[in-house]
């Protein structure tokens, strides 16, 4: 601003010119003579004024610091919470990836800003529950819920309890978090997926059907079916009640491609080879697949079958005695088939008495002791050493099996005593010449078939030191 010097003020009060300022004019009535002045000093200023500028001055000083101090807080404040939220999203992104080492350096990142982040505390956890470092997860989880506790901290330390054999602990922690009426989509698929590991399936299927009836988003809408689709093969749900779903994520979601997905979640029945009732003998049951692609599952006591129960590879031998076998189909999704069952009676294959007599008949020897030998007729035993008196008595058949028998002797003569006996007989591999023999304190020995030469002759190894070789039936 310019500065003027001997101007003197107007009276705007009075219509009367002011007389002394005649004397600005020098040269004419219509031109004033203006000379600039130096400008003013604090020296040529009154004392208020004075105060008044320094006052001024300092205010402004003390603004622009002010101004200052906050654009220095808030920008890199701003800067901090973009690389947070950044990283944040970057870690959770390598979570729905399964990409849990990339994710865990993310998350670090946002700790290393700011190690007051819960999330970044739970990404860490959720990271290595995926790496199944169960140890290091409860340790960053545990962090997190120092912080603050959160809905979705909860469920991921119930994981680290149900995978570590903390079944209530885990399961206390998920009751308390469902109780709080969850919101977050991720929290409650997560919540779902613990509840159906402890094969509680109506709760599990009533979170995410929940959490469907109040969602209005199509791509959450996609995400929250395609998790009920799968808690329903988990739960076991029949084909027709997992067509039914896809019908109902079509018309929600309004993508058709669901319509197309119930040839895959289709299951063929699978066929027995035997139909049910009595057989003769061991069996070998073979089942055929609906689909080559699938895998069938078996019971033989009677209990329901699962993914769990024995895998169909080879048939099924089937013993003497009553079976109930149970199979089920499973196909590429994991839908299974009802459950077919057949019942058997497998009655064993027993020798007749004469095939029992044939293969006894005859001079049987022990290879380790020698001289000890066994005489059968078709009624008459006789068991004793070379040179030695032996026992014998008359014999009957108490029962056959299908690979030996027992006999029943009532009068057995040993050592000029006489008792009863009951000797059981093994015939082992077919074709190997030998038998097991256990009598009736329950000792067991093997004997070896002598050679028959015909004409009820038969020769011994000479091993046995025994004159002669050959013996004669009596």
Do not use: C
């Amino acid at each position: 601003m310019r500065k003027y010097k001997n101007l003197h003020p107007i009276d705007i009060n009075t219509t009367q010119p002011n007389p002394n300022a005649a004397s600005q004019f020098d040269k004419s009535s219509s031109q004033l003579d203006i000379e600039p002045t130096e400008q003013l000093t604090d020296e040529s200023l009154p004392v208020q004024d004075k105060h008044r500028r320094k006052r001024f001055l300092i205010a402004g000083v003390a603004a622009g610091v002010l101004i200052l101090a906050v654009l220095a807080f808030l920008i890199p404040t701003q800067m901090k919470a973009s690389e947070i939220n950044k990283s944040l999203d970057l870690g959770e992104k390598y979570l729905d990836e399964g990409n849990y080492e990339e994710a865990i350096l993310a998350f670090n990142d946002v700790i290393t800003i700011d190690d007051k982040q819960v999330k970044a505390y739970e990404g860490k956890g959720e990271a290595n529950i995926g790496l199944k470092n169960y140890t290091e997860a409860e340790t960053q989880l545990e962090a997190a819920r120092a912080i603050s506790e959160t809905d979705n901290g909860s469920v991921l330390l119930a994981d680290v309890y149900l995978n570590t054999n903390r079944q209530d602990q885990g399961k206390t922690l998920l009751d308390g978090v469902i109780s709080n009426q969850l919101s977050d989509t991720r929290v409650i698929v997560h919540a779902s997926r613990l509840y159906g590991a402890l094969n509680d399936y109506a709760t599990m299927l009533d979170l995410l059907e929940k959490k469907i009836a109040d969602t209005k988003d199509k791509n959450q809408l996609k995400k929250l079916f395609d998790e009920l689709i799968g808690a329903y093969v988990k739960a076991g749900k029949s084909e027709a009640e997992i067509i039914t779903i896809l019908e109902r994520a079509a018309e929600a979601t309004g993508d058709s491609s669901y319509l197309d997905k119930k040839a895959s979640y289709s299951v063929k029945k699978p066929a027995f080879n035997l139909a049910s009732g009595e057989y003769q003998g061991a069996q070998n049951l073979e089942i055929a697949k609906g689909a080559p692609v699938d895998k069938i599952y078996y019971t033989l006591d009677g209990s329901e079958p699962g993914i769990t129960s024995t895998e169909y590879t080879a048939p099924i031998a089937l013993q003497p005695g009553e079976i109930t076998v149970k199979i089920i189909e499973v196909n590429e999704t994991g839908v299974k088939s009802p459950v077919q069952e057949n019942k058997y009676s497998i009655k064993q294959n027993k020798l007749s008495n004469e095939e029992f007599i044939n293969k006894l008949y005859g001079v049987w020897y022990q290879e380790n002791l020698s001289g000890r030998l066994i005489y059968f007729s078709n009624k008459h035993i006789r068991i004793g050493r070379w040179g030695s008196d032996p026992s014998d008595g008359d014999f009957q058949i108490e029962n056959t099996t299908e690979n030996g028998g027992a006999i029943f002797i009532a009068d057995f003569e040993a050592e000029g005593t006489h008792r009863s006996a009951k000797i059981i007989f093994d015939f082992g591999t077919p074709g190997d010449n030998r038998i097991n023999v256990t009598n009736d304190a329950g000792i067991r020995s093997d004997y070896i078939a002598a050679e028959y030469l015909g004409n009820n002759q038969y020769r011994l190894p000479a091993s046995l030191n025994i004159p002669g070789n050959i013996t004669t039936m009596n």
